[in-house]
């Protein structure tokens, strides 16, 4: 693999005309990557899945270069219907439509002549991949006091033509104070076994909100990775929802930063998992302002083989007095060989805050299926009546009703 | 017995008593009426201690200025404080917080430490006058007590502190008539020439049941007008906003 | 100095030491040392063998570093790994013979050994540094059939129990300081309880590490066999003193069929200084292992002591039917760190367990609970309950919990709590207006907080871990 790794990075550099100092910057990413490789159980981050193994399982000759000189099509089917939308399009990880149809156009900018900035996050392996691999990147800012008339939709498409590669993307995205905007990522796979890494780095400044909605839904037997970064400044909100249902293995990793006071997060998230499907969800939400607040709630339901992983962390600095930090995870184990892992930690240093977590698994609950089959529901009825409002618990914390009708849709097309 | 000159209070840079006066003289009962807000709850924390607070003015409690008191030696002295919200403790038995406290009074004030045997036959009695029920005694403090039964066991309390100044904060809402009047009995059982009461409420009801001396009419942080058991009738009749 | 240090911290009333002449193997850890230990103690050659197999093992393995608390690096060559007061090195017949010395340090520790004076109900086991000197009512419990005496007697007397048990929980090559325990183990306790038998007593360890730069190294042996009844207390105190002593120990509960075994913690060891300055690494093993169908084992503990504890008494749920039951209180006050928790591991069908932990932190001191719980797919039917509460007292002081929860099998159910709060100003003023002073009324709400925990205790040590909580967060209300 590392011969592999350096024969692509060349060529990358070779066909591609970045900037001397990108040039710099992504050579030294590079390495660091060759030394550490792709995460593995024995990183506590990774404890429960084991990426390394992960890849060498699933995907045979990996390989990191991408030709990206050809357009390609997009099948315009797969745009969502009924929902007015501005779009970005990304298909097997090149940029092939950028469309703000529905903006005032000097109030939105897109950057993608940009320097790599040094990650802070010096530990992940991943993002030297990607700091090392990546083509473009983007830079997304909403002006000050703009509010985006209509949803952001990015699609991730990627089709058949597209084998055993990895695949970076970047995206950072700047709220100035008091905008808004809702964020849609919308997965579509018909390619087969790739990694797909993807970095997103929200800065979300004072009294802006941001809204974003991950929609893995499509089976398809690709490996991901997608790691948010989010810094939010004082009275913003952030509100995250995840499907994670579609892949062969994704794991969602949101780093998010309160550094305002009265700033608040909530990520709220499902698994729908059969065959033999591993996603994971990881927070680490960093409390540190007074009167920061973040809010938990992650739901699965697990068929088959299918396994589950919530690692959630809630870190309250000594000067985050008067935290409020709530987390909740909670899963259905429907079939003998599924597993659920959980690992909802806490770590405080200060003494005024109300903090609390909770996980469950376990089975269906045997005395509701009682109930309403004693109602006239046969089991299976009963059984998906159940697990729908299970699950429909977490979207109806969706704040957009549009949205969460959209979600709903899409959830129930897969039940 | 107590004497308040002149009290102002702001929390949070808004003012919630000012310039009020009071007098209460041994034996005597009191009662003050107010809307909803007008800072009766204020004032009983404030006399029993409760920080938060920015105050001026003086609070002569037997000649002696208490401001500087902690809560608990307020307690030691005899002041005692009927919560309106009696707060819930988990974990702690009721039985061990009474004896507890009352050996931590009793002790302040030179007096012999009740032991186990001592204490429970006085829970007993009291228990029994007050018809409540002992059994709940045993649970964890206010724990999955109901509204009244809360409100009974802060009288309880009162009557076992055996307090020369009373202060009961709404205790009589949320409680049924038999209680109503058992709460009644149980402190004119302890009105005696040197304890004196101050009764917040906002029903002329309760006051049928214990005569007080004084009604005083508190709005917006001041005493507005004071009288006699008639004031309260009055108030009944007419409501706070024509009264003024 | 001495006499300064302990006026400054009156409240750890066991700090004193005895003046007490030892005998003391060579300091440093290697062959002859191993040899030494096993020689005073008259041992069998297998016993020898074992503990020079754990000595090889040990030198492959690294000291773990993922717990929380970090400490400066033990040089294992500067430790004296056997130390034993020279009167007991013929252990006297009687405990009349006992060295007087001796049995006034633990009458000043409040357990009086001596036949007029003992507790009642209760026999003890008293390990002083290196070697049991004593062990109380041992006759009476003979006539049942109950074994307990120190471990070194059980080597020497019942070596066919040993032999099968020894390291069949925790197995020679666990990990670093349990390796390290069975190749120097001293001394510790041995309990066995025959088939059938409700121990008609409770049975007591009390372990006081006396003399300076030494490790305790004890180890603890019980088996329950098939339908036995034992409940088991241990308590531990040690000097005050400017360096870091080690103890490192290891204890093994195996329950057979039906058997139920509940062991009790008052841990309670020197915690160094208002600075930090001194007190024991308390790093323990503690594994039961529920063998039997319808096994119990049920772990208290209330620690208040040592300047780093690191521990997690777990359950092994093997036999079908059987339950696993943790209760912890863990204070730490000043510089203390504190890194603790249990695994619960189902295997068998229809297992139970539960987990109740309370953590309390104040003043600079850092407290984790970390915790395992494993369904396996073969546990069918099997349940966890865990509770774990954190309370802050400044924000000084840090809390972190750690749990990890698997779950493989879909008919099992696994439901985790936590929370972490401070006491409530509100609940404060109400009890002060009761009358208590701010440190009663810490006390009181604290002790509540604790209560699931200290209802597990027996009576006479209710009381004691009560005053102990109380003692452990004096000077941190303000
Ligand atoms: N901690 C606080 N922070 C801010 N405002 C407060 C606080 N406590 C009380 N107040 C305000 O002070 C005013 C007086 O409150 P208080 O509780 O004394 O009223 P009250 O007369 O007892 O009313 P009620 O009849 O409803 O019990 C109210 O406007 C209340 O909102
Ligand atoms: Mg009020």
Redesign the pocket.
Known sequence: MEEQLKIDFEKLLETSNFSKKNVEIKRKNFENFIEKGFPNRREENWKFSDLNQIISKNIKNLSFYNDLSKPNKIDQSIFIDGLEHNKLVFVNGRIEKIEFDYEEKNKIEILDDLVLEKSNNANNSLLFLNNAFVNKYFKLIVKKNYSLKKPLVIYNITNKDLISKSINLKVNISLEENSSLKLIEFFNDRSITNFININYNFDIQKNSILKNYKIDNNSNSNIKYSFSNINQDSNSVSEIFLLSSGSEFIKNEINCNLNGKYASAFVNGVFILDETKHHEIKTNINHLAENTKSYQLIKGVLEDTSKAVYQGKIFVDSKAQKTDGYQLSKAILLNDNTEFNAKPELEIYADDVKCSHGSASGSLNEDSIFYLMSRGLNYQEAKKLLINGFLLDVVEKITDSEIKNLIKNIMSLKQ | MLKIKNLKAD??N?S?LNNFNLEIKPGEVHAIM????????????ILSGKK?YDVSGEILFENKNIFELETEERAHKGIFLAF?YPLEIPGVNTNIFLKTSLNAIRKARGEKELDAIEFLKLVKLKAKELKFDEEKLNRQLNVGFSGGEKKKNEILQMSILNPKLSIL??TDSGLDIDALKIVADGVNSLRKKDNSFLI?T?YQRLLDYIKPDYVHV?MS?KIIKSGGPELALELEKKGYENFN | MREKQIDKLKDYKYGFTTDIENIRAPKGLNKEVIEFISKAKKEPKWMLDWRMKAFERLKNLKEPNWQKPKYPKIDYQDIYYYSAPKSASEKPKSIDELDPKLLETYKKLGIPLQEQQRLNGIAVDAVFDSVSVATTFKDKLNEVGVIFCSISEAIQKHPGLVKKYLGSVIPLTDHYFATLNSAVFTDGSFVYIPSGVKCPMELSTYFRINASQTGQFERTLIIADKGSYVSYLEGCTAPMRDENQLHAANVELVALDNAEIKYSTVQNWYPGDENGKGGIYNFVTKRGLCKGTNSKISWTQVETGSAITWKYPSCILQGDNSIGEFYSIAITNNHQKADTGTKMIHLGKNTKSKIISKGISAGFSDMTYRGLVDISSKAKNSRNYTQCDSLLMGNKCGAHTVPYIKNKNPESNIAHEATTSKISEEQLHYCQQRGLNPEEAVGLIVNGFCKEVLQQLPMEFAVEAQKLVGISLEGSVG
């Open positions: 929390i949070e808004k919630i107010g809307p909803n807000g007008s800072g009766k709850s204020t004032l009983s924390n938060g309106q904060d709404e917040i906002h508190l942080g």
